[in-house]
């Protein structure tokens, strides 16, 4: 039993060093968008940011296009995240449950899709933005986003679905449940998890991303909040201050969606151990 204490004391302490090795960035982001300008830039540091000011912020948002910026993302963002857990869902349960000719070249081609670099298809997809006219439109990015994330969001989900027992789907419909109904109360909640996992995936990838929506939007009005933070940065130097400050609020959004979905993840396995 002390052998058994002193490892778990241990590995407690391994963890808590790296909780706070991997967590100091953030606080010293944070804490520095609050401290005034000449504390930014002085060489001594400063882990406690007193006297605290919202100046940093108040230059930050007071930047032009900010709002729409802002709004630009959100709805390219939430977009992406709903187009794409929809139509990684349905093609998941058709690839896990349904047999036809070209599946498993089709699963191939979709893991092979995730080993092309995002940067290496700026022009090709440029290229096809262009014929289609849609360079200059928030569908462009839509588009390039989705197409992004929907093959990883198949090959997780499709993981997630081999591994619910057909037997549940077919207990189910021996109760008299429709297919809509067994996708919606038998498969949907035990794929949760899965769900979850992948719209953070596409959250994080639609609303980081900075070199798509500066290539292929022309007019500043529809540019996003990546964009947005790359004006801090100019000729004649950087606002370290707007930057930083500017940084603690692009991250809040993401957060945000993090806690309410990891606040789902723990609903929906409760339903589908219920439902199992």
């Known amino acids: 039993m002390k052998a058994k204490g002193r490892n778990r004391v241990l590995l407690n302490i391994g963890g808590s060093v790296f909780v706070l090795v991997w967590a100091f ?20 540091p400063k882990f406690l940011p007193f006297p605290l000011t919202l100046a940093n912020f108040a230059d930050a948002i007071g930047k032009p296009h900010f709002s729409s910026y802002l709004v630009n993302s959100l709805v390219v963002t939430l977009s992406v995240v709903v187009v794409a857990t ?43 933005m262009k014929n289609l006219h849609l360079l200059n439109n928030l569908l462009s990015l839509g588009l390039t986003y989705t197409g ?13 679905a081999q591994g619910i027992p057909v037997e549940l789907e077919e207990a189910a419909r021996l109760d008299g449940a429709s297919p809509g109904q067994v996708i919606r109360h038998v498969m949907l909640p035990l794929l949760a998890p899965g769900i979850i996992a992948t719209s953070i995936f596409a959250f994080i990838t639609a609303w980081n991303d900075y070199i798509y929506a500066y290539v292929m939007m022309k007019d500043d009005a529809h540019y996003t909040l990546p964009v947005w933070l790359a ?9 370290y201050a707007g ?14 969606f993090f806690l309410i979905a990891q606040t789902r993840l723990t609903a929906g396995m409760t339903a589908g151990a219920v439902k199992g």
């Open 148 to 160: 992004f994330v929907v093959p990883l969001t198949i090959w997780i989900l499709r993981g997630f």
């Open 86 to 128: 929809v139509v990684g869902f349905l093609a998941a349960l058709a690839l896990a449950r349904f047999k036809f000719v070209g599946r498993r070249a089709l699963l191939v081609t979709i893991f092979g899709i995730q080993m092309i670099p995002a940067p290496a298809l700026v022009i090709p997809m440029f290229l096809t």
């Open 231 to 239: 004006t801090f940065s100019t000729n004649t130097g950087t606002d």
């Open 25 to 44: 960035p953030l606080y010293w982001m944070v804490n520095t968008a609050f401290k005034p300008q000449h504390d930014i830039l002085t060489s001594t």
């Open 243 to 256: 930057l930083i400050a500017g940084s603690t609020l692009f991250a809040l959004p993401a957060v945000v």
